[in-house]
């Protein structure tokens, strides 16, 4: 195979194998022979067939994300950003997610802009919890990026009639049958050609499976070797669902079923019974956790959007938690996600002490590899794969650089990187991703958000429209001279519809 060698790095993030972390390397190279490194700091004497210039960039592994929705969560941009159900909670679950969904044609151009926006923040490995459609594992690959496959599949949907009520509509029978129609599509994804799919038994949420749906998937889970992840202490209702079923919190249900492993993950992990917002007995959730090394995915931003917080990220490491960190709604920028989860930690605790950035680092490279059951990803170290990601040392928004990783997380994000590099092959170059179409991509998505709004009014339990769920930030004026221009062109369309001849075409404006 082709050596690559990345010659003269100003700095480079590598795994010490002596204590388990990263360290900073100041100068020095990276090569790699097709797709796994061969030497990870100082210099390189042997031969290379390609020499990347490292001067003025940071060498770092690629971020391993662990929770994203990319067939979905994109298109709501606009529309769920100030939006959650006052009388939920505050979630927007329940009442307003399920109005505003792709169509098919959408899905596509929705998963290529976070597959984009991903990429973008340095993330090569990505687990994409999805409902399964049409093209998902070729559109996958075709990304470039390292990925998970995760089919959700669940035993019942979620409604309200009311704005204050959840409900839930069981068919058993229909989850058993999703379940087997995702494992069928975990098959496909690890004989996929491109060799860098994988997949994951998820059952969707802890409030819509059934008991045997979620014991069934875990047993399915350890015949495959593969990882687990369900949503759970996600919501005030769901911890109150799951305690008026069982009597027993989120994570102590789990426990009772069996399911909480090493190869386990909880989506979000956030409404423990130590939460303020619980206002349950102290049952040990949090050490629950930690003894069954589960991997708790924090995704905090879409969850700062409703005045939600994990309390506190810093608490969950010091009792012994392993933790992720995901991207669980647009913009899919994993730097900035990582910043939340460093800055929110801290106002919680109301301690500047209660997390360390190289906690928040770890978690998004060697404890999302950690979680996936992988020691050859998250990190730079000879033998482990080539995922590398160059960031611009010099870009303005990086200095001064006297520590490069905060400035990135703290200052720069994805404006300073410049190079993403997944397997041994280049996805992203000079700050463009080489997949796939990303601004085509975006338009397709807008034109399927604009297919959207009307359908709203239908599917919401008071019949309201799109605007009057979240309206527009500002109101809209409009000219008289446009208003008028919009009456002239409906009446000739009434007319044409009633004529049957065609609209007549406006005159050219002279020059």
């Given at each position: 195979m082709p050596i690559t060698v990345i010659r003269n790095a100003d700095w480079i993030v590598a795994f010490d194998e002596a204590t388990g972390g990263h360290v900073y390397l100041r100068g020095g190279d990276v090569a790699f022979d097709g797709n796994k490194l061969i030497h990870v700091g100082g210099p390189y004497e042997g031969e290379a067939a390609k020499v990347i210039d490292g001067a003025g960039r940071m060498v770092m592994p690629g971020l391993v994300n662990?929770?994203?929705h990319p067939s979905s969560e994109a298109m709501t941009k606009g529309w769920n950003d100030e939006l959650g159900s006052p009388k939920l909670y505050g979630s927007s679950l329940y009442e307003f997610m399920p109005l505003f969904r792709c169509d098919a044609d959408g899905v596509p151009a929705c998963a290529?802009?976070?597959?984009?926006?991903?990429?973008?923040?340095?993330?090569?490995?990505l687990v994409d919890l999805s409902v399964a459609w049409d093209g998902w594992l070729d559109h996958f690959a075709a990304s470039?990026?390292?990925?998970?496959?995760a089919p959700m599949y669940r035993s019942a949907r979620w409604f309200t009639r009311n704005g204050h009520v959840t409900e839930y509509e069981f068919d058993a029978k229909a989850g058993e049958k999703a379940m087997a129609e995702a494992m069928a599509l975990l098959d496909k994804a690890a004989k996929h050609p491109s060799r860098r799919l994988s997949g994951?038994?998820?059952p969707s949420q802890i409030d819509t499976c059934t008991p045997e749906l979620i014991k069934d998937s875990f047993a399915e889970a350890k015949r495959r070797r593969l990882p687990f992840q369900i949503h759970a202490a996600q919501s005030v209702v769901e911890f109150h669902e799951i305690t008026r079923r069982h009597g027993m919190t989120p994570v102590e249900w789990l426990l009772s079923l069996g399911v909480l492993s090493p190869r386990s993950i909880i989506g979000h992990g956030i409404f423990l019974d130590s939460h303020t917002s619980a206002h349950w007995p102290a049952t040990g959730d949090l050490e629950t956790l930690a003894e069954t090394g589960t991997t708790v995915a924090h995704c905090p931003v879409v969850f700062h959007r409703r005045g939600i917080a994990l309390q506190t990220f810093g608490r969950y490491v010091a009792a012994g938690v392993a933790m992720g960190i995901g991207t669980d709604t647009y913009p899919h920028n994993m730097l900035e996600e990582m910043r939340a989860v460093a800055i929110t930690a801290r106002l919680m605790?109301?301690?500047v002490y209660d997390l360390r950035t190289a906690d928040v680092f770890e978690a998004a490279t060697l404890g999302g590899a950690h979680a996936l059951g992988r020691s050859d990803i998250?990190?730079?170290?000879?033998?482990?794969?080539?995922?590398?990601?160059?960031?611009?040392v010099t870009h303005p928004n990086?200095?001064?650089?006297?520590d490069p990783m905060r400035s990135l997380i703290y200052a720069a994000a994805d404006r300073a990187v410049k190079t993403v590099i997944v397997d041994g092959k280049t996805v992203v170059e000079n700050g463009r991703v080489l997949t796939m179409d990303h601004e085509k991509a975006a338009a397709d998505l807008e034109a399927a958000q604009r297919r959207a709004e009307p359908k709203v009014a239908a599917l919401d339990w008071a019949g309201r429209d799109h605007l009057t769920i979240s309206p527009l930030m500002l109101p809209v004026r409009v000219s008289p001279k446009v208003k008028a221009k919009a009456k002239d062109k409906a009446i000739d369309k009434a007319k044409a519809?009633?004529?049957?001849?065609?609209?007549?075409?406006?005159a050219k404006a002279k020059t």
């Open positions: 662990i929770h994203s290529t802009v976070c597959y984009s926006e991903l990429l973008l923040s340095g993330v090569t490995t470039g990026l390292r990925g998970v496959v994951m038994v998820s605790a109301e301690d998250g990190r730079l170290s000879v033998g482990a794969k080539a995922d590398i990601v160059l960031v611009d990086m200095r001064p650089v006297r519809v009633k004529t049957g001849k065609p609209a007549a075409t406006p």
